[in-house]
């Protein structure tokens, strides 16, 4: 058996997720960091269709070169088309514009990219109302074995790294990635700051991981401007490695946060740029605490399928703060976020579920027992929120 293969891993739920799409829209882009399995994905949704399927590798010379006259090439093909790296050609975005307004449909298209729609320029602009995006992220709690749990958040999601045959095959894997990301794929979409730089820049964020940004921190210790490594940041939130949770700012008569919080969106790249090698060394690292926050909140955003437009975080200057909340229509879902095998209600919670007119607030922890710890607050082991959706 290989041993990178996550075909092993049916991603059944993203699949269905992926299949519905196509159902309301001629083009549908499946966006995610490198490596997160955005291909297997794409290949499950083939196989699960009846009809003709044709896919495009846009790294492939062979099939960029088929591709020199988009319209000639794509205009006569009917059933899924599957357009793989499409930040690599991004002028086709004007060409599917007109081939999704042909009627009747009978051609879907699915493009697969490891860049935002902002940073891919075109796409937003070209197929406005024409295509639906969906997020995809390496494997979750969702989709593996509970006992395997320590080693998704020690390795992270990405396939390839998860599905590694030992810790230290892992571990080279991922520092592979973060030496390819940063001299290959970043220059590829067009990024010319120098890699050494870009590295550097990840690795301050990696120990700042999960804390509020500080523009003018980051600008003293690089000797440049705000704007400078506000530029960094966003380019690595663009291409799916680095989050940034948006503050929310209720009508409040308090001093409330108004900087995003930063985290790494992967735990397994997280630890290596720590230099974290072993479940030994992640129980003894100072950012212990903040590395299973990271994760508990990539797997609760995971469980509750969230537009990343409606999560926030919250805090006021005075020290009450939420980890997370999550906007639904009219509710809003509180959650925090502890590494205690048994929290207790605190004067933040019970602050935050009352200015904030929380509808529920759930105080995710790493023990083994669910229980209540005031009206509408609840503890829960974060092996039992994939129960809580």
Not at 209 to 219: I, K, L, R
Request: charged share 25%; glycine share 6%.
């Amino acid at each position: 058996m290989h041993r990178y293969r996550d075909e092993m891993i049916a991603r059944a739920t993203k699949r269905r997720a992926v299949e519905q799409l196509l159902r309301q829209f001629p083009v549908v882009g499946i966006l995610g960091v490198r490596q997160c399995g955005k291909t297997t994905l794409a290949g499950q949704v083939a196989a699960a269709r009846r009809g003709a399927t044709e896919r495009f590798d846009l790294e492939n010379p062979i099939d960029r070169e088929r591709l020199s006259d988009p319209m000639l090439t794509l205009a006569p093909l009917r059933g899924l088309v599957i357009l793989d790296e499409i930040q690599r050609m991004p002028d086709l975005f004007p060409v599917l514009r007109v081939l999704a307004d042909r009627k009747p449909v009978r051609t879907r298209f699915l493009v697969l990219g490891s860049a935002s729609p902002d940073l891919l320029r075109q796409s937003s602009e070209s197929l406005a109302g024409r295509i639906a995006y969906m997020e995809l992220e390496g494997f979750t709690l969702l989709e593996i074995p509970p006992k395997q749990n320590g080693r998704l958040w020690l390795r992270g999601g990405l396939p390839p790294s998860f599905l590694a045959r030992t810790n230290q095959e892992s571990l080279t894997w991922r520092k592979s990635y973060i030496r390819t990301f940063l001299e290959r794929d970043l220059p590829q979409l067009g990024v010319r700051t120098p890699s050494v730089t870009l590295e550097r820049f990840w690795t301050m964020l990696a120990h700042y991981h999960g804390q509020t940004w500080n523009a003018s921190e980051f600008a003293r210790s690089f000797g440049v401007s705000d704007q400078s490594v506000r530029r960094y940041l966003d380019l690595l939130t663009s291409t799916f490695v680095v989050r940034q949770l948006q503050p929310w700012v209720a009508n409040l008569k308090k001093r409330q946060v108004k900087s995003p919080k930063i985290y790494l969106r992967d735990t397994g790249l997280l630890h290596s740029l720590l230099r974290i090698e072993s479940r030994h060394d992640l129980e003894r690292h100072p950012r212990l605490g903040a590395s299973w926050e990271g994760f508990a909140l990539q797997n609760v955003l995971e469980v509750f399928r969230s537009d990343p437009r409606d999560c926030f975080f919250w805090a006021t200057q005075r020290g009450a703060e939420l980890d997370l909340l999550i906007r639904r229509g009219t509710r809003l879902l509180g959650f925090e976020f502890k590494r205690s095998s048994a929290p207790s209600l605190t004067k933040s919670m019970r602050v935050a579920f009352e200015d904030l007119s929380l509808k529920s607030l759930v105080v995710v922890h790493a023990g083994k027992h669910r229980y209540p710890l005031a009206s509408g607050i609840e503890a829960v082991p974060l092996n039992q929120i994939t129960e809580l959706s």
